[in-house]
């Protein structure tokens, strides 16, 4: 009865396809971004594809920093699941309102939330970076639904 319980913060609370196409772009950039480099590579690429070269290095550049700064000056580390899993774990559930909230202009909101993930004096900083990066996810997510659909026959 030595064994240590698994982190809080990766206990399932849901799942991915319960959140909206913004915390669900959190979530699955997140957990890209945390797989190494050339998960990294497809986090550029989807970025550039989507919001073309130029605005793809803005949101990158926002994600990155958002990254380094929860990294850096985290509470603790932020638990996370397999970048294939359903599942939705606390922390990243947290992460994904976070970034919700910042993306709808939320600050006070997101902003609370942000003294959960980093120290105090940090957290405006890291609900900048949020709000960019959120917007961005908010681009991609409408480009993704105006995009012209295949045509079907019925008949």
């Known amino acids: 009865m030595n064994a240590m319980p698994p982190h809080r913060g990766s ?20 957990r890209l971004w945390c797989d190494g480099p050339d998960a990294q590579a497809q986090v550029w ?48 559930s947290c992460f994904a309102t976070f970034v919700g909230y910042a993306s709808e202009g939320e600050r006070e909101d997101a902003l609370l939330l942000a003294t959960t993930i980093v120290r105090p004096d940090v957290a405006p900083s890291l609900v900048g970076f949020a709000q960019e990066f959120g917007l961005a996810l908010r681009r991609m997510a ?3 639904d105006h995009s012209p659909r295949k045509q079907t026959t019925l008949h």
Do not use: Q, W
């Open 45 to 92: 690429n989807d970025f550039a594809t989507a919001l073309g070269p130029e605005n793809g290095r803005k949101a990158l550049k926002s994600f990155e920093l958002l990254c380094d700064l929860c990294v850096r000056y985290g509470r603790r580390p932020l638990m996370r699941h397999h970048v294939t899993c359903k599942c939705l774990g606390s922390d990243e």
């Open 142 to 144: 409408i480009k993704a």
């Open 11 to 30: 206990a399932p609370v849901g799942y991915i396809t319960e959140l909206g196409p913004v915390e669900a772009g959190a979530v699955l950039y997140l």
